[in-house]
């Protein structure tokens, strides 16, 4: 399997624009997980689905952040509009129920200016 | 809820030593634990774990043992190299199939 695969890997973007990061979990995970990895802030749970349902949306840090799994293979997390302080790695996971190991994607590091 | 408490670090030791990483949780019952290694660039990923008390996950040297008495996970290897040198995340289920993550603690190890 080739694991959680997200991209792009890399991301520089304006202040001000539209940003969609992609994730495609493990086949046959029924759990995807988004989190935000920053120094001041450390690992922060974003947003997770199962089955394709938002599950808990509450570490979502403002409206211009939104997440959307429209089938089992692939979820999007948008910015709009980015700001500097979205500057972050992101990195989405998926799990199989009955299991809480959480398998990582390489992430995508954001860079608003 | 359930809570997990790790170590601050950085922690820097030479090639060789001994390295302990202190983690604590509250949980109810007695859940599965992990430990998750970070290495520069890369994304996290499943270094041990254990799903029952007193337990010992292991692997690449490194082992932690699933102490209820204590509601201590620390993770340890006897003899660290320099491709040791990552962040180290204690975690443990919050619910819903979600981990908790501690807030993790970098490795530095020098030749």
């Known amino acids: 399997d080739a694991g959680v695969i997200q991209s792009p890997r890399h991301e520089v973007t304006e202040m001000g624009q539209e940003v969609t990061l992609r994730c495609k979990p493990i086949s046959g995970h029924d759990y995807l997980f988004w989190y935000r990895q920053t120094m001041m802030r450390g690992l922060e749970l974003l947003i997770y689905f199962n089955n394709n349902v938002p599950i808990d949306d509450s570490g979502m840090p403002e409206d211009r952040f939104s997440a959307k799994m429209p089938n089992a293979s692939f979820s999007t997390l948008k910015i709009q509009p980015s700001e500097p302080r979205d500057s972050a790695v992101y990195f989405c996971a998926s799990s199989f129920g009955g299991s809480t190991e959480a398998f990582f994607g390489q992430g995508t590091r954001l860079t608003v200016v | 809820g359930n809570s997990v408490t790790q170590m601050e670090g950085p922690v820097t030791l030479s090639e060789e030593a001994f390295l302990t990483i202190n983690c604590t949780y509250t949980?109810?019952?007695?859940?599965?634990l992990f430990w998750y290694v970070q290495y520069p660039g890369e994304g996290l990923q499943l270094l041990l774990k254990?799903?029952?008390?007193?337990d010992k996950g292991s692997n690449k040297g490194f082992e932690a043992t699933y102490r209820k008495e204590t509601t201590s996970f620390h993770l340890e290897k006897g003899s660290v190299q320099v491709s040791d040198s990552a962040v180290y995340f204690c975690a443990a289920p919050g619910g819903y199939n979600k981990l908790i993550f501690g807030a993790g603690t970098r490795l530095a190890v020098h030749p």
């Open positions: 949980a109810t019952g007695y859940p599965s």
């Open positions: 254990a799903t029952k008390a007193d």
